[in-house]
């Protein structure tokens, strides 16, 4: 008597799991129904996260942003790009049409301008964020591979600074990466790490450029190492448009730092030149070719020149 129960009590644990089965299913038919790319964010979402393949996602102005038409035309449509990403991308294009709301996606990530580009990894990280770019398919495709290598590299450095590898080779090659990935997360976190490390100097400088933060400078001071203190006076020349840091860092420091003299007393040349003040100009030009490389007198010689005739 009880047989069919039992019967009954299988056919709905396999109803389950078809279900479960088919839902993944239409999640791939969507994306293969429509060349590889959907209209539906969250399932390209879902897709991404259960395929574990990174998200590409198009945002666009189907019938009135001409970029946009070209981008998805001369680009996307592009059959070497469809070979190279289509099948390892999951692919979402998002359309906000002429007089049609913001969509929630558009609202979501910020979305202002068409077309743009948000490439996410399979654990939702946005990685990559660019507009109309002037490349072929094939450009596009090699560039978004690129920028999956370099954030599978990316986390592969964290993970040994997570564990107490911070040799300055991987902690300077972790920096670098998470600048041209603008991850600012990671940037910041690796600038910590840098600074409590033994040889804290180019992390406080990095530092010191992205944040111009006075306490960073105080540090970098009590170094006394000329050749941080150089980029310090860089730094402030173009944050002050004022060459009075040049002139204290080689009034300070010029003779422990020789190889900076000539670059940076012409930069004080070109600096007077403009405020044309021409004679300072002169003498500081005079001042570098003296110390410049043999390699670059010829071209200080001719600054020289012009300098004088428009002196004349």
Request: proline residues 3%; negative net charge; aromatic residues 10%.
């Amino acid at each position: 008597m009880k047989k069919p129960l039992v019967n009954s009590l299988f056919a709905n644990i396999r109803a389950l799991v078809n279900q479960c089965y088919l839902k993944k299913a239409l999640l791939s038919l969507i994306v293969v129904l429509t060349c590889s790319w959907s209209s539906d964010f969250a399932a390209g979402l879902e897709q991404s996260q259960i395929e574990k393949r990174p998200l590409l996602v198009f945002f666009t102005a189907s019938d009135w942003s001409g970029w946009s038409i070209k981008f998805k035309d001369e680009v996307l449509a592009n059959k070497t790009f469809k070979e190279k990403i289509e099948s390892e991308f999951i692919c979402v294009e998002i359309d906000t049409p002429l007089h049609a709301s913001p969509s929630k996606e558009s609202e979501r990530f910020g979305i202002t301008e068409f077309p743009t580009i948000l490439v996410f990894t399979a654990d939702q990280r946005e990685i990559a964020r660019f507009g109309y770019l002037p490349m072929t398919g094939e450009q596009l495709a090699d560039d978004l591979h690129y920028i999956l290598a370099q954030d599978r590299d990316l986390s592969y450095l964290l993970d040994l600074l997570a564990r107490g590898e911070r040799t300055q080779a991987i902690l300077q090659k972790a920096y670098h990466l998470a600048e041209e990935l603008c991850n600012e997360q990671a940037i910041n976190l690796v600038l910590n790490y840098g600074i409590e490390s033994r040889d804290p100097g180019f992390f406080l400088v990095e530092k010191y450029r992205r944040t111009a933060d006075e306490k960073v400078r105080e540090k970098l001071i009590e170094l006394d190492e000329p050749d941080l203190l150089f980029h310090v006076a860089l730094l402030d020349f173009q944050e002050k448009c004022d060459v009075q840091p040049l002139e204290e860092f080689l009034g300070k420091y010029g003779n422990r730092a020789e190889k900076y003299r000539w670059q940076l007393e012409m930069m004080i040349s070109q600096f007077y030149l403009d405020q044309d003040k021409v004679e300072l100009a002169i003498e500081h030009g005079e001042l570098a070719q003296e110390n410049a490389p043999t390699s670059r007198r010829d071209e200080i010689t001719h600054s020289l020149d012009y300098m004088r005739s428009v002196e004349r």
